[in-house]
């Protein structure tokens, strides 16, 4: 099943790093994270 979401994503690989995407797209299929996307995407 593929999941779109759409909003300000935050990550982080670590205790010392956090990032913060404002207003980006996560998609994730089978429940597993494929990317996160800056621009909107085509439909």
Do not use: C, P
Not at 8 to 19: A, G, T, V
Not at 26 to 33: A, L
Not at 38 to 43: C, V
Request: charged fraction near 20%; charge should be negative.
């Amino acid at each position: 099943m593929l999941t779109i979401l759409h909003g300000n994503i935050l990550y982080s690989k670590n205790y010392d790093e956090l990032f913060s995407y404002e207003d980006s797209y996560i998609v994730s299929e089978n429940g597993r994270v494929e990317g996160i996307y800056f621009q909107k995407m085509a439909a």
